[in-house]
């Protein structure tokens, strides 16, 4: 937890917090991640060259050792080796297009194959109800890429700014030439709601483990915020409870300052 205080994140996390999913896209990057780590609370990975580890946000390798990788540029060189990826992606970014694959096995399969193109197309587990979206040949080498646009690189194309990063809220603005989704590379999970210019929206699973939403042409303010009803529960649950306590020991003064 030493870089806590410093809010610097890691990709290795700490095992009571893992999900399920996390491990087995983690296992895609580097199949022993889990096994090798001198913590067996700890996942370590190394992999540094898949283009999944670039769709993590993984922006610098710490290493005691040399690396000789043409996406690795070293900034920092004394007791340890710091290398900045100069292929990595951005927190929150946005695609054009999607395609739809329900089966888990046939999911973990295209993440790991050399079709995937994670700057052109999100991977989603069903069908979105939207004007735009299409469905696409799967597995085929020759079909599987959208048609491609004037360009390949979203940045181009749209704006994305991440202008709040909270625990429990995120707040992104984002202006788009053209219709597509923006991704947000944060763990998909259930409690978290999406509200689009102040609607509430629909987070789709992506890539397997990220979060994803649609947007139309121009300019949006998007809001991620995690309100799960677990916490509505406990914290309504809690205040009743409180209410029964404080009702509980004005009876009980009551009842004592009488027989006195």
Not at 46 to 55: E, F, G, P, Q, V
Not at 71 to 88: F, G
Request: some cysteine.
């Amino acid at each position: 937890n030493t870089m806590f205080p410093y809010k610097i994140q890691t990709v290795n996390g700490v095992e009571p917090l893992y999900l399920n999913r996390y491990i087995e896209f983690i296992s895609l990057i580097d199949k022993d991640a889990v096994f090798q780590a001198v913590c067996p609370y700890y996942v370590h990975l190394t992999n540094y060259k898949s283009r999944l580890t670039d769709l993590l946000n993984v922006k610098y390798i710490l290493t005691t050792q040399e690396i000789n990788e043409n996406k690795l540029k070293l900034i920092y060189n004394r007791d340890i080796r710091i290398y900045e990826n100069m292929k990595v992606f951005p927190r929150a970014f946005v695609v054009p297009e999607a395609v739809v694959i329900k089966e888990k096995e046939e999911i973990l399969r295209h993440l790991s194959s050399n079709d995937f193109r994670p700057d052109r197309y999100v991977i989603l587990e069903e069908e979105p109800k939207v004007k735009h979206s299409r469905r696409l040949p799967l597995f085929e080498t020759s079909k599987v890429n959208p048609a491609p646009r004037k360009t390949t690189d979203a940045s181009l194309w749209c704006g994305v700014n991440i202008t709040k990063y909270l625990p429990h809220s995120v707040s992104i603005e984002a202006d788009l030439s053209d219709a597509g989704f923006l991704v947000l590379s944060d763990s998909y999970y259930p409690g978290w709601k999406v509200y689009v210019n102040g609607k509430e929206d629909k987070i789709f699973r992506t890539n397997y483990i990220m979060r994803a939403v649609y947007l139309e042409k121009g300019y949006h303010k998007v809001d991620f915020v995690y309100d799960p009803m677990s916490f509505k529960v406990g914290k309504y649950a809690s205040f009743l409870s409180l209410i029964l306590v404080t009702l509980f020991l004005g009876i009980h003064l009551v009842t004592r300052s009488k027989l006195r």
